[in-house]
């Protein structure tokens, strides 16, 4: 079974630039989940969608973050425009139900100079 | 506010030399908790779920155990490839849309 899918890997930009992220869940997870985490932390969630609504988005800084689910498959996160503090890994994780085990994906490293 | 946190934040030790690494937590009604292996790099790898107090998983030298305040990650014998980080989480129930909670993560290092 594929897992989790994300693109890009690493991603370097200037501050006040835009930048996208893409995941691609596990076949037939209804829930996605975007997490943060910054270096020596655990991951932060962003953004969790079950289908293609939003579920809980309560900790995504929504004057630059931006996420959405198409058809309920794949999801795109942007942020537009970036800050220092953004460095960071952007993971995507995907489960069959809310409270199911979720699947990581293997994250998109950013840094913002 | 649910918080978890992981003890010690880092960890070495010889092959073979067994060890434990704690994970103590605060939830309004616990629906999950959950231990993670991720290497550098790489995502989070799922490795275990408790579910109740008293609850025991094993996965070849792991054993996970959950008591109402912490969870234990136990290693038995490690070897080399063992090392990386170990992340806990847990999942509340009441008003818990799902989420996952982290603690900081225990980095381990297993040498030859």
């Known amino acids: 079974e594929a897992g989790v899918a994300q693109s890009p890997r690493y991603k370097i930009i200037e501050k006040r630039q835009s930048v996208a992220f893409w995941c691609n869940p596990i076949?037939?997870?209804?829930?996605l989940y975007w997490y943060q985490q910054i270096l020596g932390q655990g991951p932060k969630l962003l953004i969790q969608?079950?289908?293609?609504?939003?579920?809980?988005d309560s900790q995504l800084p929504k004057d630059r973050f931006s996420a959405e689910r198409l058809k309920g498959v794949d999801s795109t996160l942007k942020i537009q425009p970036a800050k220092l503090e953004d460095s960071a890994v952007y993971l995507c994780?995907?489960?069959?139900?809310?409270?199911?085990?979720?699947?990581f994906g293997p994250g998109t490293r950013l840094l913002v100079l | 506010e649910d918080q978890v946190t992981q003890s010690p934040e880092a960890l070495r030790l010889q092959e073979g030399e067994s060890s434990s690494l704690n994970c103590s937590y605060t939830v309004s009604g616990l629906r999950g908790l959950f231990w993670y292996r991720q290497d550098p790099g790489k995502g989070p790898e799922f490795l275990f779920t408790?579910?109740?107090a008293g609850e025991e998983k094993e996965k070849e030298r792991l054993k996970a155990t959950l008591t109402k305040k912490e969870s234990f990650l136990h290693i038995t014998a490690p070897k080399p490839e063992d090392s990386a980080t170990y992340l806990c989480?847990?999942?509340?129930?009441?008003?818990?849309?799902?989420?996952?909670?982290f603690g900081q993560g225990t980095t381990l290092q297993v040498k030859p």
């Open positions: 408790l579910y109740s």
């Open positions: 076949s037939g997870h209804a829930t």
């Open positions: 989480a847990v999942q509340g129930g009441a008003g818990n849309t799902g989420k996952l909670i």
């Open positions: 994780a995907s489960s069959d139900s809310s409270y199911g085990t979720q699947y």
């Open positions: 969608f079950q289908n293609n609504g939003v579920v809980d």
